[in-house]
Every structure is written in structure tokens, then in C-alpha cells.
């Protein structure tokens, strides 16, 4: 189950996934029906014979701008974090359809975390934000 979100922003993955990273986890390049996919840079580079073609999986970008129903965010990260030999780094921000519930997730030390922002009112008392 979900509700309707607006995702932004992206996470990169370091080093890039690899040609062969991507073959074998081949689902993590289709948008649909994805709620997040890994953007593949292809890279041409010409050689004495010819040229070669390299491909890179090289950040986690939200599948599209429009807002739709994110019932997976979670379980994907969760397969791309899965993979060994990566680091991450950057956030997905999340927007519902109500005013004030924004949400940003991201990939630390293997796990994936939610985090809800909070605000501060000018006498330093907190308000978390949120769903």
C-alpha cells in the first residue's frame, strides 16, 4: 500500500555499477514499474581497431517527475544497497499530497534510512514534520 508522492533528487553509487553488475541485476534498469531505476552512462571510446563501449551504473534517480503511489522505495534501495563493493551518497526526497509531509531517504553504511525533518521554533523547541 502507498500514497501519492513526488520523488527528487538522486543518490550516487561509488564506484559505478558495473557492465556486468548490471546484467545480473538487469531489474535495476527498467523505470516501470519501479519507483526508482540506476541512470546508465554509456561511455564510447575509440580504439586503434575500433571502439568499445562501456556502461555504468552510476546514480539512483527517481523513475519519474510526476507524482504516483511509492509502495516500494524501501525494498528497492534495499536490492541496490545488497550489492557489495558500493558506497552511496545524496538523498530521494519524498512530497505528499498533504501540505507539510516531506521525507527524504538515503543509503548509509548498507542500510536504508528514512529520516523525517523537524522543525525548530525560534525558543529552540522541536516539531517533527511528516507522516
Known amino acids: 500500500m502507498g500514497y501519492y508522492s513526488r520523488l527528487t533528487g538522486s543518490i550516487k553509487i561509488n564506484p559505478p555499477l558495473t557492465a556486468a553488475e548490471l546484467r545480473e541485476h538487469s531489474w535495476l534498469t527498467k523505470p516501470e514499474p519501479l519507483t526508482v531505476f540506476v541512470s546508465v552512462v554509456k561511455k564510447r571510446v575509440d580504439t586503434d581497431t575500433g ?14 517527475e510526476d507524482e504516483f503511489k511509492v509502495n516500494n522505495l524501501q525494498t528497492e534501495l534495499e ?27 538515503t ?25
Open 79 to 105: 536490492g541496490i544497497a545488497a550489492i557489495p563493493g558500493h558506497s552511496f551518497d545524496g538523498y530521494i526526497y519524498a512530497y505528499g499530497e498533504e501540505q507539510g509531509d516531506i521525507w527524504r531517504i
Open 107 to 131: 543509503i548509509r553504511d548498507g542500510q536504508v534510512v528514512e529520516e523525517k525533518p523537524k522543525v525548530v521554533w525560534p525558543d529552540g523547541t522541536e516539531h517533527e514534520v511528516g507522516r
Open 51 to 64: 571502439y568499445t563501449v562501456t556502461l555504468a551504473g552510476s546514480e539512483i534517480v527517481p523513475t519519474t
